[in-house]
C-alpha cells in the first residue's frame, strides 16, 4: 500500500463528505473546511511522506504541504473574508497541486502506473482550480464543486494507494 496516497485519500473524503453533509454551503463553510483539509494535509502528509516516501519524491511532497499549511492559516484566520477570498484560496491551492503532480507524473515516466496517477491527480486539480479562476459561481456552487472534487480525488487516490506496485 502507499501510504501517503492512502493519507491523502483519507484527508479528501473526510473534508468531501463533511460538505456533502452540510447544511449550509456558504462561503464561511467553505473557507472553515478548506483551512482544516489543508491543514490535515499539510501535516499528515508531510509525516507520512518523510516517513514513506522516497527521497526522489519528498521535497515535492512538502511543497504542496507547506502551501497548504500557508492556505490554511488564512483560511482559518479569514472566515468572514467571503466567497472570493475562499475562490482564490482553493484556486492558488489546486494549482500548486496541478503543477507539482504534472511534475512528478513527468518524473515518473517509466514506471506506468505512477505516472498515470499522479497525471490524472494533476488533471483533476487543473480543472478544479481553471473551474475556480474562470466560472463566476455562487456560495453553493464553488463549495459544493469543492466538496464534489474532493470526493473524486479521493476515490481515485483510494485506489492508486492499493493498486498494485508497478
Do not use: C
Amino acid at each position: 500500500m502507499r501510504m501517503v496516497q492512502a493519507v491523502k485519500a483519507a484527508v479528501a473524503v473526510a473534508a468531501g463528505l463533511v460538505i456533502t453533509f452540510s447544511q449550509s454551503h456558504g462561503a464561511q463553510v467553505g473557507l472553515l473546511v478548506f483551512g482544516i483539509f489543508a491543514l490535515g494535509y499539510a501535516v499528515l502528509v508531510s509525516a507520512f511522506a518523510l516517513r514513506f516516501e522516497a527521497s526522489r519524491y519528498l521535497r515535492e511532497e512538502l511543497v504542496v504541504s507547506v502551501a497548504s499549511a500557508t492556505l490554511s492559516v488564512f483560511a482559518l484566520l479569514n472566515q468572514s473574508a467571503g466567497l472570493g477570498t475562499f475562490t482564490v484560496l482553493v484556486a492558488v491551492w489546486a494549482l500548486i497541486l496541478a503543477g507539482n503532480e504534472a511534475q512528478l507524473g513527468w518524473r515518473a515516466r517509466p514506471n506506468g502506473n505512477r505516472s498515470r496517477e499522479h497525471l490524472i491527480t494533476a488533471g483533476l486539480a487543473l480543472v478544479l482550480g481553471v473551474l475556480f479562476l474562470v466560472t463566476p459561481m455562487d456560495a453553493v456552487s464553488s463549495v459544493g464543486f469543492f466538496g464534489a472534487y474532493l470526493v473524486l480525488s479521493s476515490v481515485h487516490l483510494g485506489i492508486a494507494a492499493f493498486s498494485p506496485k508497478a
